[in-house]
C-alpha cells in the first residue's frame, strides 16, 4: 500500500512568487485536505477536496487555491507569496471525506519565503 | 472560529512518570482525534473519540472525551524516551472542516 507523498521536500521562494505543491493520496483515498503549520503550531486547515471538488475551506485567502485530479492527487497553488506564507505544507488523505475518518499525512513539503 | 487550546505547551519529564495533556474548546465538535507528530514528519493518528464520555485506552495511553464533547485529555502511564514527540488533538465538525490545537511538546528524559 502507497502512502502519502508529496513533493518537493523543501521549497525557497521570493516574495511575489507563486508555487505549486503536490500530493498524491493513498491508495483507494478519495478525499485529500491541505493543512498549513507555522513553526511552533499546530497544523492550520486550508481546505479538502473530494471527488475533484472543493469540499471545505478554513480561512485562507482566495491566493490559495488546489486541485484534485481523477487519480486523486492533489495541487495546492499559492500566489503572491508573502513572508508569513513561511510553512510546512502538509497534506492528508483518507478514505472518505466523513468527520471520524483517519487521516494519513505525508511529510510535508518546507516553503520558505524570502 | 472554533479553537482548540493544549496545555501544558511544554513538557519535560523522566522516564517512567505519568502524564496528562488537555485539549479544550467552546465548541461543540462531532469528533475528536489525538495525533503525534515527529520532527520532520507528518502527524500520526493514534486515537479517534465520537461519544461524548467515551475512554480509550492504546497500550500505556488513555483518551478521553468529554461529556459535552468539547474537550478531551490524554494520560500516559509510565513515560518511556519513545513517548518523545508533539502531541496534536484535532477536532472535526460535520461540514468537513477540522481544528487543530498547537499541541504538547513532550521531552522524555532516560
Known amino acids: 500500500e502507497t502512502g502519502v507523498t508529496q513533493s518537493p521536500t523543501h521549497l525557497i521562494k521570493t516574495r511575489g512568487q507563486q508555487v505549486t505543491l503536490r500530493c498524491s493520496s493513498q491508495s483507494g483515498h478519495n478525499t485529500v485536505s491541505w493543512y498549513q503549520q507555522a513553526l511552533g503550531q499546530g497544523p492550520q486547515f486550508i481546505f479538502q477536496y473530494y471527488r475533484e471538488e472543493e469540499n471545505g475551506r478554513g480561512n485562507f485567502p482566495p491566493r490559495f487555491s488546489g486541485l484534485q485530479f481523477p487519480n486523486y492527487s492533489s495541487e495546492l497553488n499559492v500566489n503572491a507569496l508573502e513572508l508569513d506564507d513561511s510553512a510546512l505544507y502538509l497534506c492528508?488523505?483518507?478514505?472518505?471525506?466523513?468527520?471520524?475518518?483517519?487521516?494519513?499525512f505525508g511529510s510535508g513539503t518546507q516553503l520558505s519565503v524570502l | 472560529t472554533q479553537l482548540l487550546e493544549q496545555s501544558p505547551q511544554f513538557l519535560s519529564i523522566q522516564e517512567g512518570e505519568n502524564l496528562t495533556v488537555y485539549c479544550n474548546s467552546s465548541?461543540?465538535?462531532?469528533?475528536l482525534q489525538w495525533y503525534r507528530q515527529e520532527p520532520g514528519e507528518g502527524p500520526v493518528l493514534l486515537v479517534t473519540v465520537v461519544t461524548g464520555g467515551e475512554v480509550k485506552k492504546l497500550k500505556r495511553l488513555t483518551f478521553q472525551f468529554g461529556d459535552a464533547r468539547k474537550d478531551s485529555s490524554l494520560h500516559i502511564t509510565a513515560a518511556q524516551p519513545g513517548d518523545t514527540g508533539l502531541y496534536l488533538c484535532a477536532g472535526f465538525t460535520n461540514a468537513g472542516k477540522s481544528t487543530f490545537g498547537d499541541g504538547t511538546t513532550l521531552t522524555v528524559k532516560p
Open positions: 492528508a488523505s483518507s478514505r472518505t471525506p466523513t468527520t471520524n475518518e483517519k487521516l494519513f
Open positions: 465548541s461543540v465538535f462531532s469528533s
